[in-house]
């Protein structure tokens, strides 16, 4: 422990103030001067992981290596640092009591009365300083979910403090986040929420080191001085985060606001070499001075929340700027697509996605889709629920197996083109019994796919329960569809194409996960460059 250093980033004032962003872009300015760092995140709710949550409530589950359905914040921080996640980085409320009633049943609190404090404080503790023991990591950055002064944050507050004190001056800091709003009838912007939310960290033992002031309006000297003052922490150690065009730009911002050098001086790091943001800087270059447009529709059922594709739309801004292309990405609502209205909502597109999902709702509107696309030879690619709803299309359209379905649908189906593997039969709990994380898989040569990639191995991230059935693939081959990707140890079908199509591709693992700013997933790259050739062909 005594090498690594930690950095706690709280929040205040109020929610989605994008404390994940802020830790992401320091992370990123440290690991541009040599450190190596992760970030993880404590959330304080009872949900085990965020595997059983609707996107509608937190957004999109983010999936790491070894399987860890995770918060999305996770994403960022691995599109930011290009370093992967594990289970490690993200632990729950629930999970936290989980293993602490477990312990207890093993007898192994021997006789004690169990209680918040100090066995839920200890097990989060001991979980805040996994990472760090593993001595892969100069700092660790712990993002602490909610607002300070809820009530279920508490034990982390706590924890923290605890924490703090034992790692002993400049081995454990404090960022916090607050909200200096801006009153138009005022004129004003105004530090108050700040200071009392300074005020509420303090009654629980925590001075903050470091405040980042989230504002829509630039902060004067004065003001500066004031929150400094009234908060007790340093002039430097005032951050501005102003609102920015993309997240991409906040490290950047972070660098010239000093944010990184008030934090090494704090943990008493030397500010060794400059950051080294070239990489990213060529990304933003790229991104920012696009040579083409083009127009890609997004076809699911969460649509109203952004956030529920987060990892897809944050790939098609990697891809994009590989491609120097600027992607219009285009909600389309799958529950809302039909016979009348399909031309409207697809005809005028590049490309169109279809997006992972469970349950049935909205699912005909996805086959409406891809029937599209695949007689108006449209790019198009299935990512997951989007696969198995491609290979239900072929099957009902041109295989001729009518009211063919994936058993999630229609248990009765005559055709389970896509159903349960065995393994999942028997499986009744719903939290982690998915297929998750890596799995490797074999692409075949000449394939679109392999283009793509440009080799044979591969290795992608699964999120599912059901799969591609093997009883029919001879007949579905048969029928045209060719299946260019398939998982060596169990024989899985995970690719599936049109060879007749300009751009046909089906997965059914999520590429989304793996693309960062400095690796652009190869196959969103070739997507967005199947879309461009399609648009430059019309014109
Ligand atoms: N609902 C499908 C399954 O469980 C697809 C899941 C997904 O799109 N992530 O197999």
């Known amino acids: 422990m005594a090498n690594t250093k930690y950095i706690f980033v709280t929040g205040g004032v109020t929610s989605s103030l994008g ?28 949900n085990v992981d965020p595997g059983t949550l609707n996107p509608y409530e937190h957004g999109e589950c983010f999936v790491t290596e070894d399987g860890a359905e995770t918060d999305l914040d996770l994403g960022h921080y691995e599109r930011f640092l290009n370093v992967h996640t594990s289970q490690a980085n993200n632990v729950t409320t629930g999970r936290v009591y989980q293993s602490v009633i ?89 530090t108050k929420p700040t200071q009392h939310s300074v005020k509420t960290l303090m009654e629980s033992g925590i001075q903050a080191d470091i405040l980042v002031c989230r504002t829509e309006h630039e902060l004067s000297d004065e003001l500066r001085y004031k929150l400094a003052l009234f908060c007790n922490v340093k002039r430097e150690a005032v951050i501005q985060s102003i609102d920015v065009p993309t997240i991409y730009d906040v490290p950047n911002m972070m660098l010239l606001e000093g944010l990184d ?77 039909n016979e009348e209205n399909i031309e409207a909502k697809l005809g005028h597109l590049d490309a169109v996605l279809v997006a992972p999902g469970f349950g049935g709702r909205g699912i005909e509107g996805k086959i409406k889709a891809i029937e599209y696309v695949r007689e108006h030879r449209i790019p198009f690619l299935g990512i997951c629920l989007g696969m198995q709803m491609a290979v239900i299309e072929f099957a009902r359209h041109i295989a001729g197996l009518k009211g063919a379905n994936s058993t999630e649908m229609n248990e009765q189906t005559p055709y389970p083109v896509i159903s349960l593997m065995e393994s999942q039969k028997e499986i009744t709990h719903k939290g982690g019994t998915m297929r998750l994380g890596a799995w490797a898989c074999e692409l075949s040569k000449g394939s679109k796919i392999y283009e793509a990639y440009g080799k044979k191995e591969i290795s992608e991230r699964h999120r599912h329960r059901y799969e591609f059935n093997n009883d029919y693939k001879e007949q579905l081959e048969k029928a045209g569809l060719q299946c260019t990707g398939i998982n060596p140890d169990t024989g899985l079908v995970e690719v599936i194409e049109l060879p007749n199509h300009p751009w046909f591709v089906g997965v059914q693992y999520h590429p989304e996960y793996k693309s960062t700013v400095a690796n652009p997933h190869p196959l969103f790259v070739a997507f967005v460059r199947a879309a461009l050739n399609n648009k430059l062909k019309k014109n």
């Open 19 to 46: 404390k994940g962003i802020i830790a992401a872009s320091l992370a990123k300015l440290l690991q541009a001067r040599g450190y190596r760092v992760t970030i993880q995140k404590f959330d304080p709710y009872i």
């Open 102 to 190: 477990e312990k207890e049943r093993r007898g192994e609190f021997l006789g004690k009365t169990v209680q918040v404090i100090p066995h839920i404080t200890n097990e989060i503790k001991e979980r805040i300083q996994i990472l760090g023991k593993t001595g892969e990591y100069d700092i660790v950055i712990t993002e602490i979910g909610g607002t300070v002064g809820d009530i279920e944050s508490l034990p982390y507050i706590e924890s923290v403090r605890q924490l703090l004190w034992d790692l002993g001056e400049h081995n454990g800091i404090v960022i916090h986040l607050t909200l200096v709003p801006y009153l138009a009838a005022a004129g004003e912007l105004k």
């Open 261 to 337: 050098k008030v934090t090494l001086k704090k943990l008493n790091l030397p500010c060794k070499n400059e950051p080294d943001l070239t990489q990213w800087n060529t990304f933003l270059q790229r991104y920012k001075n696009p040579k083409h447009r083009i127009k890609v529709g997004l076809v699911g059922k969460y649509v109203e929340l952004q956030d529920a594709y987060k990892s897809i739309l944050e790939a098609f801004i990697h891809a994009g700027a590989a491609n120097e292309v600027r992607v219009d990405v285009e909600s389309i609502h799958s529950e809302h697509l």
